[in-house]
Nanobody, 126 residues
Framework: VQLQASGGGLVQAGGSLRLACAAS????????VTWFRQAPGKEREFVAA?????????NYADSVKGRFTISRDSAKNTVFLQMNSLKPEDTANYYC???????????????????WGQGTLLTVSS
């Protein structure tokens, strides 16, 4: 499966933006689909995940809980990340990743994911 991330841009602090991660060459059925981000000079970090597509289980990093919402659209084979109340520290390249084999204990580990999309850049100005 190939992943295509989109939706990044420049937004003021306090604003909102929605990212999308679309699958091609396959479907997301059975996959865990996850957003990671990497800020300049920092390591890549977990943001949010849809665990095993139809499980209904969503996971969030503490830093984004209450501000970000991850959702899925099976008909469009797409995962969305709605980001509200954005802060300058949310500035990063955002990557989507997918795996059929990740388990709960490894969901936040980038090494658990075999499929990656290209990054989409979010810049939040103060």
């Amino acid at each position: 499966v190939q992943l295509q991330a989109s939706g990044g841009g420049l937004v003021q602090a306090g604003g909102s933006l929605r990212l999308a991660c679309a699958a091609s060459g396959g479907t997301f059925s059975g996959y865990t689909v996850t957003w990671f981000r990497q800020a300049p000079g920092k390591e890549r970090e977990f943001v949010a995940a849809v665990f095993r597509w139809n499980s209904g289980r969503l996971n969030y990093a503490d830093s984004v809980k209450g501000r970000f919402t991850i959702s899925r659209d099976s008909a469009k084979n797409t995962v969305f990340l709605q980001m509200n109340s954005l802060k300058p520290e949310d500035t990063a390249n955002y990557y989507c990743a997918a795996s059929r084999t990740v388990i709960v204990s490894t969901i936040q580990s980038e090494n658990a994911y075999a499929y990656w999309g290209q990054g989409t850049l979010l810049t939040v100005s103060s």
